[in-house]
């Protein structure tokens, strides 16, 4: 795939793509000309639209062997965040849709998704296991302060003591402290919290909608003050870009109330490698070629590898370098445990009105 040149007329401002070729099971593409005429064209710019849809299925069953879960659910389709590195971006495709700009512009909404939910862990033949979110898309990105789908379905979570876990970098989440805080006394609720650099410049170029690092960690902190239990995940890791800040970002963290930490390295599928290269050559130029040649030294020559286990940790003498130091710092700074275990047991229906209530 290579990138149509961006739109001259097209103002702009915070979006993490500057292209938006077509989606990889179209046709056709879209090319601009000029038409030979002089006159200059009004300039516009680019606004976030939102659909809606009705899922017929909430949850996503997942069989991905290198995951630590079975099932997600993703609240909306696209991010406004823009994170150019994004590795959901290929999945707007699906929707007839560029992984560019399309992906942080024209999202999609499921404000039915709650409701859904509920009738699916209603069935009798439902096997309860924690549901993931924020695998996908951020469910707490801006427009969830619009529609307050991630609100309901954590309602439905807790009157039914459905464990959870979410993965977010949107400031949202401390909105919902009060639901949250609740699940967590009952072991129902981990929260990670994503940090990929503590730099302020580096993050708006390349995270543009998204908090702020500060922002970010006072996010943990809120959290772990609430209870909360709360991993960092320093993801993703960017071979010269943000690697160096490795073990800042842990100890940082660590002092906002982390009690777990992760990494995964930066992975660049389908479309998402030739969107990283364009918005490297504009945003960082000094440094781009250093960033693609130590990446391909961990994924084999090439800009990424799919295969299970390898994807998300890369190979040879720079990759088991970067799993070390990580390693060395989780130790010293006491994130090397994990989360207390989430609680399956006590699922249940939510009493109804009349029933006879529980002593215990």
């Avoid at 499921?110 to 033949?125: G, V």
Wanted: charged fraction near 25%; aromatic fraction near 6%; charge should be positive.
């Amino acid at each position: 795939m290579s990138l149509p040149p961006p739109d001259p007329f097209l103002r702009l401002k915070a979006r993490g793509a500057a292209a938006n070729a077509a989606g990889r099971f179209e046709p056709y593409e879209r090319i601009r000309d000029s038409d030979g005429w002089d006159m200059p064209e009004e300039e516009r710019l680019a606004r976030t639209e939102v659909s809606e849809e009705r899922p017929r299925s909430a949850i996503n069953p997942v069989s991905s062997p290198d995951l630590g879960f079975d099932r997600s659910l993703n609240p909306y389709r696209g991010c406004e965040h823009g994170c150019i590195y994004c590795y959901a971006r290929p999945s707007h495709a699906y929707l007839g849709l560029s992984a560019g700009l399309d992906f942080e512009t024209r999202l999609v909404a499921r404000p039915t998704a709650p409701a859904q939910l509920a009738r699916e862990i209603a069935r009798r033949s439902y096997q309860v296991a924690p549901i993931a979110f924020g695998t996908n898309t951020d469910p707490y990105q801006p427009i969830e302060a619009r529609y307050r789908i991630m609100r309901a379905i954590l309602k439905v979570m807790s009157d039914w003591n459905h464990p959870i876990s979410i993965v977010t970098r949107g400031a949202l989440v401390e909105r919902d402290l009060d639901l949250l805080a609740d699940m967590a006394r009952r072991d129902l609720v981990q929260v990670g919290i994503s940090v990929t650099t503590l730099d302020p410049g580096l993050a708006r170029r390349m995270e543009p909608r998204a908090p702020t690092p500060a922002r970010r960690l006072a996010m943990i902190r809120a959290l772990a003050s609430a209870g909360v239990p709360v991993r960092v995940m320093v993801a993703p890791v960017i071979p010269v870009l943000t690697e160096p800040e490795l073990e800042r970002i842990l100890a940082a963290a660590r002092d906002a109330g982390a009690r777990a930490a992760n990494w995964i390295l930066l992975r660049l599928p389908l479309e998402v490698a030739e969107l990283f290269r364009d918005w490297l050559a504009r945003a960082e130029p000094g440094r781009a070629a250093h960033v693609m040649n130590k990446l391909r030294e961990m994924r084999g020559g090439r800009d990424y590898v799919p295969d299970w286990d390898r994807r998300m940790r890369g190979e040879g003498i720079h990759a088991d370098l970067i799993a070390r130091r990580f390693a060395i710092a989780i130790r010293r700074l006491g994130l090397a445990g994990d989360l207390p275990p989430l609680d399956c047991a006590s699922f249940a229906p939510p009493p109804k009105q009349g029933d006879q209530l529980s002593l215990f």
